[in-house]
């Protein structure tokens, strides 16, 4: 499945933490650093590629821009926490170049601790005292630091950076020509290297990733305003309404207008 970058977790500069049951996302990514806890049952968490059954003691922790899912096979109790970097300014410049040894913490002695970092945030995190919500967090990510410990990027800047600048890159282009190459050449890689990066990262290949995108975008029109499919397509980025349609109906699982008489009907 695609990963997407999440815009409303992106633009919210609040902690967010609260019990998950049963948790399930899509392939996802964002600035924001995102850790989990399992405190029932069993949750799948996949991180950068890389899949972890967790059970009770468990924990993840997703860094900047890492692409990051969850599926629950039978039943998950959890706890999430998805940190902005704007809270954590020192662990930022700390990670510069760096990335986790491994993104998953297994069960051990510090369980009692992060439990209680948890507990704590979950209650200062709805108050007013900000000082103690910042310090916790340094605890907590100093509790997977110590237990998981960090390792340098590799060079060229690793996977987690690459995905960083590819992403970001498109997230900002989309909407004009983009092509493979243009990719390459903002990134430093070659065609080939990136378009094994979007299967084997993003499970799709460049097209339908960034055509996705695009139709995002064109359902978002159309549920704003009265313009036409065609001006809506070539607002959108695509240069025909052939690709349009195609690619609207593998999203939506429904032509752009019938999408479009939908809403008036809604």
Not at 28 to 46: A, I, L, N, Q
Not at 125 to 136: F, K, P
Not at 189 to 208: A, D, H, T
Request: proline share 5%.
């Amino acid at each position: 499945m695609q990963a997407f970058l999440e815009r409303n977790v992106e633009y919210d500069k609040s902690l967010d933490i609260r019990p998950r049951v049963s948790n399930f996302c899509q392939p996802h990514f964002h600035s924001h650093v995102e850790t989990v806890y399992v405190e029932d049952g069993e949750m799948e968490v996949t991180i950068n590629g890389e899949t972890r059954l967790l059970t009770h003691g468990w924990a993840s922790i997703a860094n900047s821009y890492d692409v990051h899912t969850y599926q629950t096979p039978r039943y998950s109790d959890a706890r999430i926490l998805v940190i902005p970097l704007d809270m954590i300014g020192q662990f930022g410049a700390f990670m510069q170049n760096k990335c986790f040894a491994s993104p998953f913490l297994p069960p051990g002695p510090h369980i009692s601790d992060l439990e209680t970092v948890i507990n704590k945030l979950d209650f200062y995190h709805r108050t007013d005292n900000t000082m103690l919500v910042t310090g916790y967090l340094y605890v907590l990510l100093g509790i997977f630091i110590q237990q998981i410990g960090i390792k340098p990027l590799s060079k060229g800047g690793g996977m987690p950076s690459l995905t960083r600048n590819i992403l970001l890159y498109i997230d900002n282009h989309y909407l004009e020509p983009l092509t493979l190459d243009d990719i390459a050449r903002q990134c430093g890689y070659n065609k080939c290297y990136i378009s094994r990066f979007f299967n084997s990262v993003l499970g799709c290949g460049f097209n339908r990733y960034i055509n996705t995108l695009r139709v995002r975008h064109a359902a978002s029109l159309m549920r704003e305003s009265d313009a036409g499919i065609e001006e809506i397509a070539a607002r959108s980025g695509f240069q025909n309404i052939r690709n349009f349609n195609r690619y609207f109906q593998l999203l939506y699982q429904t032509t752009p207008k019938e999408y479009k008489r939908s809403l008036r009907k809604g």
